[in-house]
């Protein structure tokens, strides 16, 4: 069965540094999408990302932040200079156009020391 | 602000009960809530609901929408060990910035445990 894939699982950056976190989306899926958990806490939509521009941002989402879809297939968000406050679960998800139901991703753990 | 509201926060039951878990939500434009549980990581879907009354059933899980008072309840029947996991409710709202295009605003969230 397709899924959604993530990398790395588990990221550990200094504060100030910049990571990259990747996502492979279920191949024929348009609608993209990333959130981040911080732990204990809810779900928090980040980005929405439809005919390869973004379509919603959330307050989170300020300009250290931005996404890209380089070659088609990996969706990918960069964190430009990453703050103690960045430390969180990070999932992907995409979906199908006329469906509901995203399918999400295994997350990747961000810890910033 | 758009918010989705759900209780209790946490739940300690034992195996057999039922449990029924709320979500309230206040958004500006509805278009359907959604259930995960999400248990070691993901989370995975477990229903959608678009219509009041309608109830949708999933083996002991069910789970109906009133979108007069604003809320849904997502019930457990006869619960096991495996039903032990944190559920979610998301509610799908229009994008300002793409018409057309949709995001998810979640709740906190119920941590059940279900104990032998």
């Known amino acids: 069965e397709p899924e959604v894939t993530q990398t790395p699982s588990h990221q550990v950056t200094q504060m100030g540094q910049e990571v990259i976190l990747r996502c492979v989306p279920i191949?024929?899926?348009?609608?993209f999408y990333w959130y981040r958990q911080i732990l204990g806490q809810k779900v928090e939509f980040l980005v929405s990302?439809?005919?390869?521009?973004?379509?919603?941002k959330s307050e989170i989402f300020d300009d250290q932040f931005s996404v890209e879809r380089p070659d088609g297939s990996n969706f990918t968000l960069k964190i430009r200079s990453t703050k103690l406050e960045d430390s969180a679960m990070y999932f992907c998800?995409?979906?199908?156009?006329?469906?509901?139901?995203?399918?999400f991703g295994p997350g990747t753990r961000l810890t910033v020391l | 602000e758009d918010k989705v509201v759900q209780s209790p926060l946490s739940l300690v039951v034992h195996e057999g009960d039922t449990v029924t878990l709320n979500c309230s939500y206040e958004?500006?434009?509805?278009?359907?809530l959604l259930w995960y549980k999400q248990e070691k990581k993901a989370p995975t879907f477990l229903f959608m609901l678009?219509?009041?009354?309608i109830e949708k059933k999933s083996g002991r899980l069910s789970s109906i929408l009133d979108k007069k008072e604003l809320f849904s309840i997502l019930n457990i029947t006869a619960t096991q060990t495996g039903d032990s996991a944190v559920y979610l409710c998301?509610?799908?709202?229009?994008?300002?910035?793409?018409?057309?295009?949709?995001?998810?605003?979640f709740g906190t969230g119920t941590r059940l445990k279900v104990l032998a």
């Open positions: 990302f439809y005919n390869n521009e973004i379509s919603e």
């Open positions: 678009t219509s009041s009354g």
């Open positions: 998301a509610v799908e709202v229009p994008n300002f910035l793409t018409s057309g295009t949709y995001k998810y605003i």
């Open positions: 191949s024929n899926h348009l609608y």
């Open positions: 958004v500006t434009n509805f278009r359907s």
């Open positions: 998800a995409s979906k199908i156009q006329g469906v509901w139901e995203q399918f």
